[in-house]
């Protein structure tokens, strides 16, 4: 049975829910041309739940808002089960929102959707840095499972490898700062020992084999699945609740220090039978409840990343000198073209206390401007340049 409910506010959940979106535009500027976008956002209903249901549709909908206007809505606004439970509701921006607007709500079968409105103003963060117009190179290695006994339930098989595709896939995507560069079948760990972690750093190696510039290790803290109960006489299974909570660590493919880190979670019904084999890559699992909350989860975490990504300058690096002519690890899927200019930065590296080697950049007033662009390196002469001897490999090129 298919209907529809239009800006229904009857209950105390919609009361809430009005209550949220007229809070909205108290915590934002109104600067800048508007642009109205409307946004939709899909649950399934289990159990009965309508009001986990909207909440989850909702929320999907707002998560695509900032993934499609830039605009990023913070966790401070807390639901439980459909129903506002602090009203405190914030959001950062590249773009600002204002009068955000519940058009609809519709169930078809055991699927709600809703669909928003809200009008965003062209509004940059210019006044805290400037906009990064550069995609970074990500190192993405296969993700770890912390528990990996906790993927017996539903046999998942694979999984890790599925998860990195499916993070990967999602990356290059939508995020804005970034692409990945997928190495589902290699490993990134502390044990591993061709990964000789040393404190907080990451060897800058990595970076360099894979013409990286950052490296994003991914782990898998939490899968566990609630214990399923059974209904009165024990004819039906309530469909119980798994948990996936991950944490992300990026480091700097050049300094192997941690830039940013940052744990998320998220639950949601276990829909399949009980002794079922799930094939973690299939379109059957992405599109259950479980791997829909994956998937925005993952959605919300290229969100924090473009944030942390935005007011970092990318900085690539020469990997080739013959002559006069130089090469450096950045790209046209980087977005490099013909003819930008790159300011050239010497390095060198001092070891430390403990004989690690630290990287340390000396200012050079050396420009070169880009011939010769491929998918992952761009050239140019350094001819009649300043200080054009002291140039070598592993020295900085920054976009002016």
Known sequence: MFYALKNQNSTQTWLNWARVLMLLPV???FNGIAEQVEVTGTAKIVNGNMDKAREDAINQALNYASLRAGVNFSSQQQISQGALTQDTFSM??????????????MVSGDTLTVMLSLYVDDTSQTDQCKAQSLKAAILLPQIEV???SQLNHGHLFGFNKALTFQFG?????????SFARVHADERLDDTNELVN??????????????????ILKTKVIDMSTEPYTTSFL????DTPLRQFSFELTLFHGI??????????????????????????????????SYGAAISQQLQQSIISLDNTLNCRPLLGQIIARQGDRIIINLGRKNGVKLGDKFQVVLQKNIPDRLNNMRALVTKNRAEIIIDQVSEDTATAMI??????????????????
């Not at 921006?93 to 609809?104: F, K, P, Q, V, W």
């Not at 972690?197 to 013409?211: R, V």
């Open 92 to 105: 950062q921006r590249m773009g600002a929102a204002n009068n955000i607007e519940l058009l609809s709500e």
């Open 146 to 148: 912390a528990d990996r």
């Open 169 to 177: 896939q999602l990356i290059n995507s939508q995020s804005v700062t």
């Open 234 to 237: 024990g004819f039906v299974d």
């Open 383 to 400: 001819e009649n340049i300043d200080a054009a001897d002291n140039i070598q490999v592993h020295d900085i090129a920054i976009k002016l």
């Open 27 to 29: 915590f934002i500027s």
């Open 197 to 214: 972690f040393k404190g907080y750093g990451i060897p800058s190696w990595l970076g360099e084999i894979t013409d990286s510039q950052y």
């Open 255 to 288: 300094s192997g220090e941690v830039v940013w880190s940052e744990s998320f979670t998220t639950n949601a019904p276990w829909e399949f039978e009980r002794q079922e084999t799930v094939v973690p890559n299939s379109q059957r699992f992405w599109s259950s």
